[in-house]
């Protein structure tokens, strides 16, 4: 007879991986002799996040069921983009080598603010800036 708390055990990273990725648990029971464990997740590619992780305790699963369906529901939210105040000296370049590291990455800053932004080689001091994330 299979013991839930050592199957809890084995299987304790992959509960961690369900538990950070907001997945709704409905069931974690004993059931056919296997760690049965059932709920939703936000998207294909947290249940596949989470498969990833039981493979890697045991590949073969033998001692596991896990019936995880998809609930666009429960995604995360994006995070809301920053902004940023153009200040004296400041070109697209320069705020995204400050905010991406690379300031080759300048046109995300310039397609998110097209709107404010005829050039991107121009900005004005004071202009209120998108940063996507």
Same mark, same amino acid.
């Not at 699963?61 to 896990?66: A, I, N, P, R, V």
């Not at 370049?93 to 603010?113: H, P, R």
């Given at each position: 007879m299979a013991d839930l708390d050592q199957l809890k055990l084995k299987y304790g990273s992959v509960l961690n991986t369900i538990n950070q990725s907001g997945v709704r648990l409905a069931h974690v029971h004993i059931q056919d002799n296997k760690l049965y464990i059932e709920g939703a997740c936000g998207s294909e590619a947290i249940k596949n996040k989470i498969w990833d992780q039981a493979k890697l305790v045991d590949?073969?699963?033998?001692?596991?069921?896990? +019936?995880?369906?998809?609930?666009?529901?429960? =995604?995360?939210?994006?995070?809301?983009?920053?902004?940023? #105040? %153009?200040?004296? @000296?400041?070109?697209?370049?320069?705020?995204?080598?400050?905010?991406?590291?690379?300031? +080759?990455?300048?046109?995300?800053?310039?397609? =998110?603010?097209?709107?404010?932004?005829?050039?991107?080689? #121009? %900005?004005?001091? @004071?202009?209120?800036?998108?940063?996507?994330?």
């Open positions: 590949p073969t699963c033998s001692d596991l069921t896990l +019936n995880l369906s998809v609930d666009p529901s429960l =995604a995360p939210a994006a995070p809301a983009p920053k902004t940023y #105040t %153009v200040a004296a @000296g400041d070109s697209l370049s320069k705020i995204a080598k400050q905010f991406y590291g690379n300031a +080759n990455d300048y046109m995300k800053i310039f397609e =998110a603010n097209k709107d404010k932004l005829a050039d991107p080689n #121009t %900005v004005k001091v @004071g202009q209120q800036l998108v940063i996507p994330n």
